[in-house]
């Protein structure tokens, strides 16, 4: 279902805010949705910024719990020589996820 989505269906963050919501994970179980969406992504070419966008997406759209994503990125930092070896710029994912959770304030 997530590569059907990645590769067709949701283009936009807020196309997948829609698809995540039809597909009625658990809270329990969102960590493990997510990093088996992240996992996949790592593995393609396409636009880096693109996952972590629509994760935050979810995040400040409240269809997925920060706390599901913190456990996904210690998750993530415990494997980090393994994931690198299938993808050299997986760890920009962190940079990509907190710039759009956290974006620049106007003032500042």
């Known amino acids: 279902v997530l590569r059907r989505l990645w590769e067709s269906v949701a283009r936009k963050p807020k196309d997948w805010t829609v698809a995540w919501s039809a597909m009625k994970i658990p809270l329990e179980r969102q960590a493990e949705a997510l990093q088996a969406f992240l996992s996949m992504t790592f593995k393609m070419s396409e636009d880096r910024a693109r996952a972590p966008t629509i994760v935050a997406e979810l995040v400040k759209t409240h269809k997925v719990k920060m706390r599901s994503m913190e456990e996904v990125l210690v998750s993530f930092g415990?494997?980090?020589?393994?994931?690198?070896?299938?993808?050299?710029?997986?760890?920009?994912?962190?940079a990509h996820f907190l710039v759009h959770v956290f974006p620049k304030q106007s003032g500042s």
Do not use: M, P, T, V
């Not at 415990?78 to 994912?93: F, K, P, V, Y």
């Open 78 to 94: 415990r494997n980090q020589d393994s994931i690198l070896a299938i993808n050299e710029e997986a760890w920009h994912i962190y």
